[in-house]
């Protein structure tokens, strides 16, 4: 049976007299999870990179980290999945091997600390970024730019949980992309102003995701390419 605490901490470094309140929203696990709910951080929601600096301090402390998305629900997990230069609810990861000299993978895996790229062996690596529309997304090896518009992600890792930095919350919108991919949902930005093909108004077609990081123990780096 779920059960709830709630503690209080005020801290005292990049947000000065916050409340911050960690519930267990989800039964044992191999990690314990707790939901920071961050209040009154802002009035506005701007998409803009000089709004998106990582906090000091909240990195993952992990050399690789994998991403799951955590249901009430049901309650259940699904993998943070890398497919089609985007990311994904569920499924499995799009991969490649040259002369498949790799081992399988079934998991998408992050390089730890700052979170800002994929493990993969490639030249040049794959880079985390945040497009215009708001959605979760990494770049390719054959074009290592990101589109106009596009800036890095910087993530924030706290109590387990991956969120985007100055917001109001730690989830994410997880909403249907069928011209990309059908029976998924692909991961945004809890911005006011993300755009999905589609759908004209997230907050009826999308649901509220929140996203766990778990340490990753398996051979590094995880593939040489997520496609």
Not at 4 to 29: D, F, G, V
Not at 56 to 63: D, L, M, Q, T
Not at 89 to 115: A, F, H, Q, R, Y
Not at 194 to 205: A, F, H, L, Y
Request: proline share 9%.
């Amino acid at each position: 049976m779920a059960w709830m605490m709630r503690i209080y901490i005020t801290t005292t470094a990049s947000i000065e007299h916050q409340a911050l309140e960690k519930s267990i929203l989800y039964p044992p696990m191999k990690t314990i999870l707790l939901l920071p709910c961050f209040l009154a951080l802002s009035a506005a929601v701007p998409v803009n990179e000089s709004t998106q600096k990582r906090d000091p301090g909240w990195e993952a402390p992990f050399k690789a980290v994998t991403m799951r998305v955590m249901k009430k629900n049901p309650s259940r997990e699904e993998y943070l999945q890398a497919s089609q230069s985007r990311f994904w609810v569920g499924g499995e990861p799009s991969t490649s091997c040259p002369d498949n000299n790799c081992s399988e993978i079934k998991e998408t895996v992050l390089n730890g600390g700052k979170m800002d790229s994929l493990s993969v062996g490639v030249d040049g690596g794959q880079r985390i970024y945040l497009d215009a529309d708001g959605a979760l997304r990494y770049t390719s090896p054959s074009d290592p730019a990101m589109p106009p518009g596009s800036y890095m992600a910087n993530l924030n890792y706290a109590y387990d949980w991956v969120f985007v930095p100055n917001q109001p919350g730690t989830w994410w919108w997880a909403c249907p992309n069928t011209r990309l991919r059908k029976d998924y949902y692909q991961l945004f930005a809890p911005f006011s102003n993300i755009t999905v093909p589609g759908i004209e108004d997230p907050s009826k077609s999308c649901y509220r995701a929140d996203v766990a990081g778990f340490e990753y123990t398996g051979p590094l780096p995880a593939t040489y390419v997520y496609n």
